[in-house]
């Protein structure tokens, strides 16, 4: 069956450093994926999302890059804030299938 | 603040009980889902509705779940016979009917089944 996953379940970063998170996805048939960030407490976010024709796609310090040839997409965080501490999942449109998320730390 | 509520947020049961959430989905969206969430691990797919039509269900959703949607506005979700397993967060999320699929979620309801 169709699955999502990211490789690492935690990811530690300085705070002002570039963050890149990665996800596998197995389903080739799928054509759009979304990007959430879940702070503790909260509901997932919307962060950005990107169509199975484009490979890049850029947002406010953010831009997620996919690569249809091996099924992988990655978040890359600019910057990063103490603000981005979160769990970060990707997800495949349109039921949602998340996979575990990546939890992102940011060190002082 | 127009977002998508859900109520209550938390939820503290014993086992054998019903229980009930809401969903308030954003106004003009005519989509909206239903997800459980436990610890570690992403939000699962439970049910969606398009407007009052309930139109897709998980094998997840055990036949102790219902979920309603009657005027195609707020929706619910109900367990009957809480089992301790139930315990997760229960997210909602709402999205147009066109365009982009992008949901919207809301802080989610937190059941405890004790």
């Known amino acids: 069956g169709e699955s999502v996953g990211l490789h690492l379940p935690t990811l530690s970063v300085q705070e002002g450093d570039n963050s890149i998170i990665n996800c596998a996805y197995s389903n080739s048939a799928s054509d759009y994926f979304i990007w959430y960030k879940q702070e503790s407490g909260k509901g997932p976010q919307f962060i950005i999302d990107i169509r199975s024709n484009m490979d890049k796609r850029q947002g406010q310090r953010v831009t997620v890059l996919l690569n249809k040839t091996v099924k992988h997409l990655s978040l890359q965080i600019a910057a990063t804030q103490p603000g981005d501490s979160a769990v970060y999942f990707c997800a495949e449109n349109f039921r949602l299938t998340f996979g575990k998320g990546t939890h992102l730390i940011i060190q002082p | 603040d127009t977002g998508v509520s859900q109520d209550p947020r938390h939820k503290i049961t014993k086992r054998g009980q019903n229980v009930t959430f809401r969903c308030d989905p954003i106004?003009?969206?005519?989509?909206l889902y239903w997800y459980r969430q436990t610890l570690g691990q992403g939000p699962e797919f439970l049910t969606y509705f398009q407007n009052e039509a309930q139109l897709e269900k998980s094998r997840l959703l055990s036949d102790r779940f219902s979920a309603e949607r009657p005027k195609g506005s707020f929706s619910t979700l109900e367990i009957q016979r809480t089992e301790q397993g139930d315990s997760a967060m229960y997210l909602c999320a709402s999205s147009r009917l066109a365009g982009k699929n992008i949901q919207y979620f809301g802080a989610g309801t937190r059941l405890s089944v004790l």
């Open positions: 106004s003009e969206h005519n989509r």
